[in-house]
């Protein structure tokens, strides 16, 4: 598995339900907690490898590694804030972006298990911001056209200086 770079079209497509939870699944879920380990992030979904299926996993400091299949939102809060994100799919560069601090949601583990998790703080956002892969969006997406111009600028140029 790669991480898939902005520019990739995969990453504006939607990802569709698994139908089936199997051991191919939870070892998807495994080569996603350990390249999202190895590139230093706290979330990474399907889609930014190439998997278009609903699932995503994270990683927040604190906490275990958790496996969100076909994820479904119940509930976001009104109450929002600013954060700075960053994403596996567009590396070094960073902006501040507006989500619910909390949210409700019903998804199943790697093992077939549903739950429901209400959270907040950084846990929320992160599964906010990896709930937006599934969907096709990426945290710049969420930027004004001004912000979302600077962040692509300094990608390019960052990365155009680099070999990669």
Request: hydrophobic share 40%; net charge positive.
């Amino acid at each position: 598995m790669e991480i898939l770079l902005l520019g990739n079209e995969t990453l504006k497509q939607k990802a569709i339900s698994i139908r089936n939870i199997t051991a191919e699944t939870a070892k998807i879920a495994g080569e996603l907690i350990n390249l999202m380990h190895k590139g230093k992030g706290v979330g990474l979904a399907g889609p930014q490898v190439g998997v278009m299926e609903k699932i995503f996993v994270v990683h927040v400091e604190g906490d275990e590694p958790r496996v969100f299949i076909n994820p479904s939102i119940l509930e976001t809060s009104e109450k929002t804030s600013k954060y700075e994100e960053g994403c596996l799919s567009i590396p070094g560069v960073w902006a501040d972006v507006i989500r619910p601090e909390k949210v409700k949601l019903q998804a199943w583990n790697e093992t077939g298990r549903p739950f429901t998790l209400e959270t907040s703080g950084i846990l929320a956002r992160v599964i906010l911001h990896e709930y937006d892969h599934l969907e096709g969006v990426l945290f710049i997406d969420r930027l004004s056209e001004q912000k979302r111009n600077k962040v692509i600028a300094k990608y390019e140029k960052k990365w155009s200086l680099k070999p990669r």
